[in-house]
């Protein structure tokens, strides 16, 4: 059977990744795994922009997202929604049971900074969630005017999901100021699904520490605990950590700007493509004249005209 993947995600994955799976296993309280581990560290850091940990979670990257969630709430979370994923983590939030608000956008709307303002202004929230590039619809919010907002309120915490724009396009987590930023690997990282990696910073452990009720599997607090003997909680999943090293190296060898700068001109060819061919970028047209990142630079199609094409 072969495939040729034209998703966002799962993506094609190389043979030099597939290759660098089939290694030979090893117990996750050795001194190799504390090697590989630690190693890791420093070179995720670098794709965050943090000094932050970064744990490494075998799940795909709902169930850091609801983790997110339960570590940290404690009154009430306004989830950003503007999409389908971003939709869903307001379901998700009041399904762990916690309160949540909504903050609507129309989809291929971005989320708008000053009605994100308004709304923490009302004093009823301590937490946010919000996606930085909703899949659903290829709509990339302004991450930089959210975050200054953000950085308005210094007692909500901030959890931003970059799914399918982690290393795909520059994201500053420690100059953005956001406290939580959650990825996956099956998109731009191109490797199998199954891992999501997750960045916190001390002042959201610290506000996990007094939540109750944060349950096991996605405990930032276990996270932390391992985290600092170079472990993770629970056995993970170490053929895709291998993986996860194989890629970094590759990136650290392209360099981030040279990989940034490619994907922009990928994303410049797909968009011409699409244009040749007659489709429009989902994301409303008025978008264009307040910045670039508005439309998504890793993902832009015209679901509706897709759709009937394939039909
Ligand atoms: C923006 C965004 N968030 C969250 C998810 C959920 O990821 P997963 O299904 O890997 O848990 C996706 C997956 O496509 C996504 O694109």
Same mark, same amino acid.
């Given at each position: ?16 990744? !597939? ?96 009605? !994100? ?12 969630? !919000? ?18 907002? !953000? ?30 930023? +959650? ?14 990696? +997750? ?113």
């Amino acid at each position: 059977m072969s495939y040729k993947l034209f998703i966002p995600g799962p993506i094609a994955v190389s043979t030099k990744t !597939l290759q660098a799976m089939a290694q030979p296993m090893i117990g996750h309280r050795s001194t190799d795994f504390v090697a590989l581990y630690n190693g890791l560290q420093p070179k995720l850091q670098t794709l965050f922009a943090t000094k932050d940990p970064v744990y490494i979670s075998t799940s795909s990257a709902w169930g850091s997202m609801e983790g997110a969630v339960r570590n940290l709430t404690k009154t009430k979370v306004l989830n950003c929604m503007n999409g389908a994923f971003s939709d869903k983590w307001n379901d998700v939030a009041l399904r762990v049971g916690k309160g949540a608000g909504a903050l609507k956008s129309e989809w291929g709307q971005p989320v708008d900074p000053a009605a !994100l303002r308004k709304e923490l202004a009302t004093g009823a929230y301590d937490t946010v969630t !919000l996606i930085h590039n909703e899949t659903s619809t290829g709509t990339m919010s302004d991450l930089s005017a959210l975050a200054a907002v !953000l950085r308005e309120f210094p007692d909500v915490i901030s959890i931003v999901d970059t799914v399918s724009s982690f290393s795909a396009v520059p994201i500053e987590k420690d100059a953005l100021g956001i406290d939580v930023i +959650i990825t996956g690997s099956q998109k731009a990282l191109a490797l199998p699904p199954g891992l999501s990696l +997750i960045s916190v910073s001390k002042r959201a452990l610290d506000r996990a520490a007094g939540v109750t009720q944060r349950g096991y599997y996605f405990d930032f607090v276990e996270f932390q605990k391992n985290h600092e003997q170079g472990m993770t909680p629970s056995t993970p999943v170490i053929p895709l950590i291998y993986a996860l090293k194989s890629k970094v190296e590759e990136i650290e060898a392209e360099t981030l700007p040279v990989r940034y700068a490619r994907h922009l001109r990928l994303n410049e060819t797909m968009r011409a493509w699409g244009a040749a061919k007659g489709f429009t970028l989902f994301p409303a047209k008025e978008f264009g004249s307040r910045s670039l990142n508005c439309f998504s630079n890793t993902l832009n199609y015209d679901l509706g005209a897709l759709n009937k094409t394939l039909k």
